[in-house]
Structures are given as C-alpha cells and as structure tokens.
C-alpha cells in the first residue's frame, strides 16, 4: 500500500513564527500536492510538483513556499505563520501519467492552529 | 472557471437505505472523474473514478457513479448504506488540460443503524 507520511498530526504555533510540515511518500510517486482543507471551503490546493526539484503555485500560495529536493519529500513551509492559516493541511501524491494524475493518495493530515 | 456542485450538503440516512449524492461539474473538455471518500478520523482516499468507457463505474464498497455527459453530471449511488458508510464524500473532476482536480465542498453522509 502507498504510504504518506506528515510528520506532525497536530501543531500549535504562535503568530510570526516559521512553520515547516514535511510530507513523504513511500511509492515513488512523481507528483505531489499540499492542500488546505477549511469547514464549508472543501479541498484548496495550495501548491504541487510533478518532478524533483520542480514546485508550481496551487489556487492559494500567498504566504506559502514549498521545497522538494528529494523525490520522496514535499515540504510545506509557512514563512510567518498568522491565524488566517490555522487549517488542516493535507499532503497527497499520485503516479506519473496523465489519468493517474487524479488518482491522490493522502496522508492523515497536519491540524495546524496558529495562536 | 471550472467548477463542480454537490447538491447535498448534509445526508442523515438509516441504514438499508439507498443513496444518490449529486455532483455537476461545468467544464465541457475531456474531463476524468473522481469521487473521493473521508472516513472519521481517516485520510482521504479514492473511491472510484471515472476515465473513458463504461459511463457506471463501480468503485470500493458497493458503490457506483454514472457519468453522464449531457448533463455533466457524475452522480455517486449506493443501493443500500451501512452505518459504516458515515464519512464525507467528495466529487473531484479532473481538468483534462492542465490535469488540476476540482473539489465539491463535500457531503457529510451521516446513518442512523
């Protein structure tokens, strides 16, 4: 079975700080996503990559930045943290291919509350 | 812009009860189908999904979805839901040009034993 792995279930962080979820993927998967999922908002992503070292802007970036210098890790990183990015962050990959780019496999997500 | 509708925001069924939750996309490309599924306190996972053929697709645990492309809909069904079908249920369209998934905002499905 894929696995997706993020590194904290649950995190509370003060406002201004620098916040860096990691996510890793056990299938080498080609692409992989963050997403932010709000109550009433569904799924919003927030950045992807297709490729190592490749990373491209989701629906909602801003105050986001990614890093993916392994193929097995995607990291998420909050520069200055503020409580509008209290959410829950998902993690997902999916093989190459231009159908099974829709096929996601997540992780079990990082609650992340900014105080 | 592309974009999907989940009619039903909220589903309370009993069990043995049978089950359609709707979803209509507005993108009339080439378009892939996904209806993804969260369980309580689970990750998100796939439940069927739908590229080219059959328009029924049968996905995990007795469910099914008919594409059907005139009314661009892909509509998820169950003959008879169990309690352990509790969890919120997600359409997802895929754009067929830039391969992004669409997300509906979700069906809660609660039922009853």
């Known amino acids: 079975d894929v696995k997706v792995t993020q590194s904290s279930r649950y995190l509370v962080k003060r406002t201004g700080e620098k916040v860096f979820l990691e996510c890793v993927q056990d299938?080498?998967?080609?692409?992989m996503f963050w997403y932010r999922q709000d109550p009433g908002l569904g799924l919003r992503l927030i950045y992807f990559s297709y490729d190592v070292k490749m990373k491209e802007k989701g629906d909602i970036p801003e105050g986001y930045s990614v890093s993916r210098e392994k193929k097995e890790r995607f990291s998420l990183i909050l520069e200055s943290a503020s409580t509008n990015q209290t959410s829950m962050y998902l993690c997902?990959?999916?093989?190459?291919?231009?159908?099974?780019?829709?096929?996601?496999?997540f992780g079990e997500g990082s609650r992340l509350t900014v105080l | 812009a592309q974009s999907v509708s989940q009619h039903n925001h909220h589903v309370i069924l009993s069990e043995a009860a049978s089950l359609e939750l709707g979803c209509n996309y507005s993108y009339g490309g080439t378009v892939n189908l996904f209806w993804y599924v969260q369980y309580p306190g689970q990750h998100l996972q796939l439940l069927l999904k739908y590229f080219s053929g059959d328009p029924l697709v049968k996905g995990i645990k007795g469910f099914e979805a008919e594409f059907i492309k005139s009314k661009f809909s892909f509509n998820l069904r169950k003959p008879s839901v169990q309690w352990s079908d509790t969890a919120e249920y997600f359409c997802?369209?895929?754009?067929?040009?830039?391969?992004?998934?669409?997300w509906g905002l979700g069906t809660s499905l609660a039922v009853n034993p």
């Open positions: 997902a990959s999916s093989p190459t291919g231009r159908e099974e780019t829709g096929e996601l496999f």
């Open positions: 997802a369209p895929q754009d067929g040009n830039n391969r992004k998934l669409i």
């Open positions: 299938m080498d998967h080609e692409n």
